[in-house]
């Protein structure tokens, strides 16, 4: 193969960041479980502490099968380097971790999974750190939101609970204007959809939990850093642009280039906040990994019949989704997320709050969990549990109204889920 051609998305999800295990040759990436590597000798431990050689030193920063994950996903999102950790929520915190101070605030997006708005207006505060929270369909609303302080954007590709699909152009251009990086949570896409890398994002973060490793089985997250924001240019971000007082005064971004954001939240983030993705996590999601695109492509397809069979019932008020022409944002499909609008969506059910509570208790393929990008298919009733925090006008603006259901299209027949609705929708409607 001639090292100029690029390979594929196809290809790359079963082979980025994994070859022949060196010490036995093993084809699969073998799961590394050990905490520590031996060290040559002193000479090889001081380089390795020093940056000036990558290795292993210690499992909570890095491990060789976290590693081949973290490369992977990379590569899959066209970004220059990746982060591996404990959960999409770890992935946040760690993402904001080397940008932020106290006094220091990011500028999100009102439609964003509930956990989320929880984090960023609840539990950031306790570093200091705060979020405002502005709609991003409106870009005057953005910049008017922008201070001083302010120091990333943040939003979701695909937003959960609604469906929404941001317009990451846009929001990329105000951030490059404003000299911020944006932060753009992929989950619900996967790159599979939408790379946002290639409408402006500077950094990635994905929860692994959900379509990456694909069928419920752990709790991981993802950073994937583009390499392309010039930490230098302004005084913004002193962790990557000064000297670093917690890694004995390197500078990362001199030092490391495109690699200082990568390097700085392994060699910090990582050894300081101990969020680290376990071997045996990374393992499940390389393996669900190598299948991505095929399960996404029956994903959206499943989710574009169930969602034009919802729409046209008389017993369901409206659906949200935009993969349906009536979504107001249908028009972005073809620039942000051509291949599909994911396979996530709310639609609203005649008879309110206890029509969607009965609806749910009336399934029987769908499986009622807190959960999404699960083969199987899911439901849950969004304002009742994971939006339930939130007051009554976060639900409604999160897109989690008290009338509205929120399902999670797995890759089953398409039939058999709507034979499965048709029969639960009769209950709830009776
Ligand atoms: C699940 C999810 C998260 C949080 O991820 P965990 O792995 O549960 O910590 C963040 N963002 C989105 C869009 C999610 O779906």
Same mark, same amino acid.
Do not use: C, I, Q
């Given at each position: 193969m001639s090292s100029d051609r690029k390979l594929g998305f196809d290809t790359l999800q079963i082979?980025?960041?994994?070859?022949?295990?060196?010490?036995?040759?093993?084809?699969q990436v073998p799961i590394y479980q050990t905490t520590a590597y031996v060290f040559r000798d002193a000479e090889h431990a001081a380089r390795l502490f020093n940056l000036e050689e990558v290795g292993y030193i210690y499992s909570r920063l890095t491990n060789p099968t976290v590693m081949a994950l973290a490369e992977r996903v990379a590569a899959l999102e066209g970004g220059a380097g990746a982060v591996c950790c404990s959960s999409g929520h770890a992935a946040q915190i760690m993402a904001l971790f080397p940008l932020m101070a106290p006094g220091r605030n990011i500028v999100a997006s009102t439609r964003l999974y509930g956990g989320t708005i929880t984090q960023f207006s609840q539990t950031i505060r306790r570093f200091g750190w705060s979020a405002k929270f502005v709609d991003f369909d409106d870009p005057a609303a953005i910049e008017a939101a922008i201070d001083s302080d302010t120091r990333a954007l943040f939003c979701e590709t695909i937003a959960n609970p609604g469906g929404v699909i941001t317009d990451l152009d846009a929001v990329s251009a105000i951030a490059d204007r404003m000299g911020l990086p944006l932060i753009v949570d992929n989950t619900t896409a996967t790159p599979w959809l939408c790379r946002p890398i290639e409408h402006g994002a500077t950094l990635v973060v994905h929860s692994?939990?959900?379509? /990456?490793?694909? *069928?419920?089985t752990v709790t991981g997250g993802v950073i994937v850093d583009s390499?392309?924001?010039?930490? $230098?240019? $302004?005084?913004?971000?002193p962790s990557l642009s000064q000297p670093e007082p917690a890694y004995h005064g390197l500078v990362f971004h001199k030092a490391l280039g495109p690699m200082a954001y990568t390097f700085h939240s392994i060699a910090v983030g990582l050894r300081d906040l101990g969020m680290t993705m376990n071997p045996q996590g990374a393992h499940y999601t390389l393996m669900g990994i190598e299948t991505l695109s095929l399960r996404m492509a029956r994903h959206v397809e499943n989710a574009q019949k169930v969602a034009a069979w919802l729409e046209q019932?008389?017993?369901?008020?409206f659906v949200s989704y935009a993969? /349906?022409?009536? $979504?107001?944002?249908?028009?972005r499909v073809a620039r942000i997320c051509p291949k599909g609008a994911g396979a996530l969506f709310t639609f609203a059910v005649k008879g309110g709050y206890d029509a969607c509570v009965a609806l749910v208790d009336a399934l029987q393929l769908f499986s009622h969990v807190a *959960? /999404?990008?699960?083969?199987r298919s899911l439901v849950i009733h969004s304002a009742s549990t994971t939006h339930r925090q939130l007051t009554p006008e976060q639900q409604v603006a999160a897109g989690a109204a008290p009338n509205v259901v929120r399902i999670s299209i797995g890759i089953e027949d398409a039939d058999d889920l709507i034979a499965d609705l048709d029969q639960a929708l009769a209950k709830a409607t009776a």
């Open positions: 082979h980025a960041g994994a070859k022949p295990d060196p010490a036995t040759g093993a084809r692994a939990t959900k379509y /990456l490793t694909g *069928n419920g390499g392309k924001f010039d930490w $230098s240019a $302004s005084d913004k971000f019932d008389p017993r369901v008020e993969g /349906l022409p009536s $979504s107001p944002w249908h028009g *959960n /999404l990008g699960d083969t």
